[in-house]
């Protein structure tokens, strides 16, 4: 390994690229967070119900950006390199929370108060598309030999501390500000907090360097990318599919649990950030945990294992949580959820590097990860709530959960391979 692949790979460099994507799930966080306090805020409805769905149907429409985020800035990453395309992310990132964090309320401005708030939404979908896949690839790229896949679960760590930090200042705003006051103006102050520290994001990141895999790669035209994205295709599809489990998992486990807490159990707001604080922790600690054990042993036991287990348990424990509904019952459901779903994601993140060619790693990683982001996760709260509606079981968030492991364990018997991946450039896999 030379010496500059050497520094890439220290600690420091790893923080420095992680941050930006700490940003952007903290602002998907304290949306999904904060969904009945926006929706009162900004879709006000005769019915509680309509207004909800409103809001939620909102948090997914990011998602629905994302895909052509992905195509856009991937390709920027794949023409420019990995840190330009890094800034432009984080930059239009910031742009997404500001608008969302100061327009004013429906009250005040009417109609375009929603409009504001989805073109916000929107604008964040449009730079998150690219940038779990940049800060995926390009942790790959700068991993050590043998270490790729613990190096590339900071990607997916790094977003748990941005629901711990999210979940904990849930807490504490529980503590000082009333229902009344939540609802009025408390919950812009998790949106500002994020705008507050756009500027030291903006300065860590500029000290990242380029990836001397990309320096190494002859330059591309757009008219490249996209012909080498269409010869793999089937690999993106797979891809996709191969998502589909984290996508609804992470968004179930996290953004969905304060709303499923006091809509659908009746617990407190205080005991639902409590669990998501509790799930952060577990995340954050096991994916490292599980990302390294993936190095030794290979991708596909993890991810055959933790589908296979997801598949098996989501119903009956969804359905034992309903039939018990308490902070303890909920609490053991959902930290027991995000064990199975670090072991997932530790292996899935660092696959997805590994079968996707370098030449189109970034524009194929951030299309297959938004494609099911926006099909399968985005959406995940609209389509929970919408089942406990139309069918009157509020289990039936254990039913999606096992449409994505299926989807996942599919995925996963078809294309990833059984051997373990070489420490040298990944390449893609045939698949007929």
């Not at 948090?59 to 800034?87: C, E, K, N, Q, T």
């Not at 019952?329 to 064990?339: K, Q, R």
């Amino acid at each position: 390994m030379s010496s500059e692949a050497k520094g890439q790979a220290s600690a420091t460099n790893v923080v420095r690229v992680v941050s930006g994507n700490f940003l952007e799930m903290y602002d998907f966080m304290v949306y999904g967070f904060y969904a009945s306090s926006i929706a009162k805020a900004m879709f006000p409805s005769d019915n509680e119900f309509i207004s909800l769905m409103l809001s939620l149907a909102t948090f997914g429409m990011g998602f629905l950006a994302r895909p052509l985020g992905a195509i856009v800035l991937g390709s920027y990453m794949d023409r420019h390199g990995r840190r330009a395309g890094l800034i432009l992310t984080l930059t239009l990132m910031s742009i997404g929370i500001l608008m969302i964090a100061v327009t004013p309320t429906y009250a005040s401005i009417g109609a375009l108060a929603p409009v504001l708030v989805i073109v916000g939404r929107l604008l964040q979908g449009f730079s998150a598309g690219a940038e779990s896949g940049g800060v995926s690839v390009y942790l790959s790229e700068v991993a050590p030999p043998g270490r790729r896949g613990f190096f590339v679960s900071w990607q997916s760590a790094s977003q748990q501390v941005s629901v711990l930090l999210a979940a904990v200042l849930g807490v504490a705003l529980r503590f000082t500000l009333t229902n009344e006051q939540m609802d009025a103006w408390g919950w812009r102050i998790p949106f500002l907090l994020g705008c507050s520290i756009v500027p030291v994001l903006f300065w860590i990141r500029r000290s990242v360097t380029e990836s001397h895999v990309f320096k190494a790669q002859k330059p591309q035209s757009v008219g490249e990318i996209f012909r080498s994205l269409a010869l793999n295709w089937r690999i993106i599809l797979w891809s996709t599919m191969l998502v589909s489990l984290t996508s609804i998992m992470f968004y179930l486990i996290t953004a969905y649990t304060p709303t499923f807490g006091r809509a659908e159990l009746g617990l407190k707001p205080i005991d639902t950030f409590y669990v998501t604080t509790c799930v952060a922790l577990t995340t954050f600690v096991m994916i490292p945990v599980m990302a390294a054990l993936s190095d030794r042993i290979g991708r596909k036991p993890l991810l055959v294992g933790a589908s296979l287990t997801i598949a098996i348990v989501a119903w009956p424990a969804m359905t034992w949580l309903v039939a018990a509904p308490s902070f303890m019952s909920l609490l053991l459901v959902e930290v027991g959820f995000a064990f199975m779903y670090a072991s997932y994601q530790a292996a899935l993140v660092v696959t997805l590097t590994e079968i996707i060619p370098a030449n189109v790693r970034g524009t194929g990683f951030s299309l297959a990860y938004s494609l099911s982001q926006a099909v399968f996760g985005g959406f995940t709260p609209a389509i929970c709530t919408m089942l406990i509606h139309t069918t009157s079981n509020k289990a039936m968030p254990g039913a999606w959960l096992v449409t994505g492991a299926l989807f996942a364990l599919l995925a996963t018997l078809v294309i990833v391979r059984s051997d373990k991946q070489p420490a040298g450039e990944a390449s893609a896999p045939a698949v007929s």
